[in-house]
């Protein structure tokens, strides 16, 4: 069973850096054809897709917060962790991680619940 | 990046009812093209992948049809269950870009 879900600061003041977590369980980051990815959703606004890193380590971001957006795993504890510098209220929204694999060609099949982050000062 | 628009951003149905999501792409995609519900204060759920594969557990009634920049998602009966907001995206080419979303609502 997939499970993946996410965990960091609910509230972060203007300029700081976020770091969230994502632990999953259920798959391996290191079999062929996997990834996890991170999308994010204002309140009352839609979704978007932010970042993705694959089985290989390849990475790709979103072009319009690529200089933001930094994603890493850590195979032995089965995370993935999204940083992203210089928050700003804009930023506020339901940030989820999301499981992606080539058999569904890429689609998003297991989401965690999502973590609501505010940027307030 | 490919620009996803969907059309309606919402639309008032009654149980029974057929209901057409459309979505657009602002280049081909081929069919690298999901289509997720979502209730609110929930995560997505993924519906269709490889724009008419049903995903595992997925009612029948939902059904994705197209190729290259237009697509479809089509609910042959509306169930009370089914008032959600849908989103399609692409998996064809990073960003993997959303459609702004669909409303479905009760009438």
């Known amino acids: 069973q997939i499970t993946l879900k996410e965990s960091g600061p609910t509230l972060v003041k203007p300029t700081q850096t976020l770091t969230l977590t994502c632990t999953f369980s259920?798959?391996?980051?290191?079999?062929?054809?996997?990834?996890v990815g991170w999308i994010r959703q204002p309140p009352g606004k839609a979704l978007e897709w932010l970042a993705f890193?694959?089985?290989?380590?390849?990475?790709r971001y979103s072009p319009s917060l690529k200089n933001r957006l930094t994603i890493t795993r850590d195979t032995s504890k089965n995370q993935v962790v999204l940083t992203m510098t210089n928050m700003d209220p804009l930023d506020t929204a339901t940030y989820y991680c999301a499981h992606n694999t080539a058999e569904v060609d890429w689609g998003a099949d297991y989401w965690g619940q999502g973590t609501l982050v505010t940027v307030s000062s | 990046d490919i620009q996803m628009t969907q059309s309606p951003s919402s639309l008032s149905a009654s149980v029974g009812d057929r209901v057409i999501i459309t979505c657009r792409a602002s280049?081909?995609?081929?069919?690298?093209l999901n289509w997720y519900q979502q209730k609110p204060g929930t995560a997505p759920k993924l519906l269709i992948y490889a724009s008419y594969s049903l995903q595992s557990g997925v009612p029948s009634r939902f059904r994705g049809s197209g190729s290259g920049t237009d697509f479809t998602l089509t609910v042959s009966s509306l169930q009370p269950e089914d008032f959600a907001t849908y989103y399609c995206?692409?998996?064809?080419?990073?960003?993997?870009?959303f459609g702004q979303g669909t409303k479905v609502e009760i009438k």
């Open positions: 259920g798959f391996s980051l290191t079999t062929s054809g996997v990834g």
């Open positions: 995206q692409q998996s064809y080419s990073t960003p993997w870009t």
């Open positions: 280049q081909t995609v081929n069919t690298y």
């Open positions: 890193i694959y089985w290989d380590e390849d990475r």
